[in-house]
T-cell receptor
């Protein structure tokens, strides 16, 4: 199926630092979703974006739906130890293509916080 | 609480056995999905169902089977034909594919399957 390019693959940061990660594709999406997955648990929805240009916050998290509809970013401000985990993006393709009704996942960003 | 319930959380399978993972949702969602996740890997789609009594193969359907007899239930059977079944399995659902909030997919807590 269609791939989303998620970067970086991993991040090693100090507690208190800000974090930024993004997903890009050559295809157009009409929905972007961001998830956090803790070890051994299912992904939990952080932010959902439905309109190009939309900027949405959830506490210290902020995500934006790119104006071209081909990308999205997630920022975490003032990281804390419980932010450790894997962050996934997911996009819903606009139009035909892709797997499972056009839903496509990035491979994840591993966030590691050093004390 | 509303949500997606997967059971069991941990399951051990002997060689040659079939095992079934349960997935139940009370969100009144039309579409349900099964994904496989291996260490350090992304999510790979096994099967999905958009409506009761209908389901479609995903990218890695070989060695798996599903049924969708009820809207709220989408069990996954890992058959003996699946040669490397040890993995973390995730069930998910969403209201419908299309636009807006209906696209948002929600996940269960996952099930670990180990071959012994």
């Amino acid at each position: 199926g269609q791939q989303l390019n998620q970067s970086p693959q991993s991040m090693f940061i100090q507690e208190g630092e800000d974090v930024s990660m993004n997903c890009t594709s050559s295809s157009i999406f009409n929905t972007w979703l961001w998830y956090k997955q803790d070890p051994g648990e299912g992904p939990v929805l952080l932010i959902a974006l439905y309109k190009a240009g939309e900027l949405t916050s959830n506490g210290r998290l902020t995500a934006q739906f790119g104006i071209t509809r081909k990308d999205s970013f997630l920022n975490i401000s003032a990281s804390i130890p419980s932010d450790v985990g894997i962050y996934f993006c997911a996009g819903q393709l606009l139009g035909p293509g892709g797997g499972a009704d056009g839903l496509t996942f990035g491979k994840g960003t591993h966030l590691i916080i050093q004390p | 609480d509303g949500g997606i319930t997967q059971s069991p959380k941990y399951l051990f399978r002997k060689e040659g056995q079939n095992v079934t993972l349960s997935c139940e949702q009370n969100l009144n969602h039309d579409a349900m999905y099964w994904y496989r996740q291996d260490p350090g890997q992304g999510l790979r789609l096994i099967y999905y169902s958009q409506i009761v009594n209908d389901f479609q193969k995903g990218d890695i359907a070989e060695g798996y089977s599903v049924s969708r007899e009820k809207k709220e239930s989408f069990p996954l059977t890992v058959t003996s034909a699946q040669k490397n079944p040890t993995a973390f399995y995730l069930c998910a659902s969403r209201r419908r594919a299309g636009t807006g909030s209906g696209n948002t997919i929600y996940f269960g807590e996952g099930s670990w399957l180990t071959v012994v």
